[in-house]
């Protein structure tokens, strides 16, 4: 396999593990439980990439979630952090997205392809500058929210947002054996 056919294998690897924010949050845990967050996709990345002999870095930035499912509206507020890859290609920093896997394209999340070369599109838009180590103190979501914090709000999310991606991924099944719509 050349360089580049390697680095593709590598992200397909990644990115086609099951996004769940209620699984791994770190690379060494991510295979073993077959699902994770955008940290877990991002360190198993790194990793891989310096294995196939390239430097990498995380990369993080402030985003906010999507609108679905409901519980959002719970939350003081929509933001959070989104970690992705930055590889050292041909001399040239490429920032590389594996977040979502391919059947959470049906309910319109962003699903990076990639051609091994150029940066992937991102699961999440930026709202801000990217942070890279080194950069100072790493971004902080709802730095200005001055509200107290129901944690119990952002146990109901998380667990419904799970819910809501594993309902995704049974109706994109199911669309794919033709037997019904996906009700997202």
Same mark, same amino acid.
């Given at each position: 396999?050349?360089?580049? =056919?390697?680095?593709? +294998?590598?992200?397909?690897?990644?990115?086609?593990? *099951?996004?769940?924010?209620?699984?791994?949050?770190?690379?060494?845990?991510?295979? #073993?439980?077959?699902?994770?967050?955008?940290? =877990?996709?991002?360190?198993? %990345?790194?990793?891989?990439?310096?294995? &196939?002999?390239? *430097?990498?870095?995380?990369?993080?930035?402030?985003?906010? &979630?999507?609108?679905? *499912?409901?519980?959002?509206?719970?939350?003081?507020?929509?933001? $959070?952090?989104?970690? +992705?890859?930055?590889? %050292?290609?041909?001399?040239?920093?490429?920032?590389?997205?594996?977040?979502?896997?391919?059947?959470?394209?049906?309910?319109?999340?962003?699903?990076?392809?990639? $051609?091994?070369?150029?940066? #992937?599109?991102? +699961?999440?838009?930026?709202?801000?500058?990217?942070?890279?180590?080194? $950069?100072?103190?790493?971004?902080? *979501?709802? =730095? $200005?929210?001055?509200?107290?914090?129901?944690?119990?709000?952002?146990?109901?999310?998380?667990?419904?947002?799970?819910?809501?991606?594993?309902?995704?991924?049974?109706?994109?099944?199911?669309?794919?054996?033709?037997?019904? +719509? =996906?009700?997202?």
């Amino acid at each position: 396999m050349d360089e580049r =056919a390697e680095r593709i +294998a590598l992200f397909l690897a990644v990115r086609d593990v *099951p996004y769940a924010t209620d699984g791994a949050h770190d690379a060494d845990t991510l295979m #073993t439980l077959g699902r994770g967050d955008c940290l =877990a996709k991002a360190a198993y %990345l790194i990793r891989g990439f310096r294995a &196939l002999g390239y *430097p990498a870095r995380r990369v993080r930035w402030l985003y906010y &979630l999507p609108d679905r *499912p409901a519980e959002v509206r719970l939350l003081p507020s929509r933001e $959070d952090v989104h970690s +992705a890859v930055e590889v %050292l290609i041909e001399g040239r920093w490429t920032l590389v997205d594996a977040t979502h896997d391919p059947p959470l394209a049906a309910a319109g999340l962003t699903v990076a392809e990639w $051609d091994g070369i150029t940066d #992937t599109v991102l +699961a999440y838009e930026p709202r801000g500058p990217l942070w890279r180590p080194g $950069d100072g103190p790493e971004p902080v *979501p709802n =730095a $200005d929210v001055r509200e107290p914090v129901d944690v119990d709000s952002g146990g109901r999310y998380q667990k419904a947002f799970n819910e809501w991606l594993r309902g995704v991924r049974a109706g994109a099944a199911t669309n794919a054996r033709g037997t019904g +719509a =996906a009700d997202v």
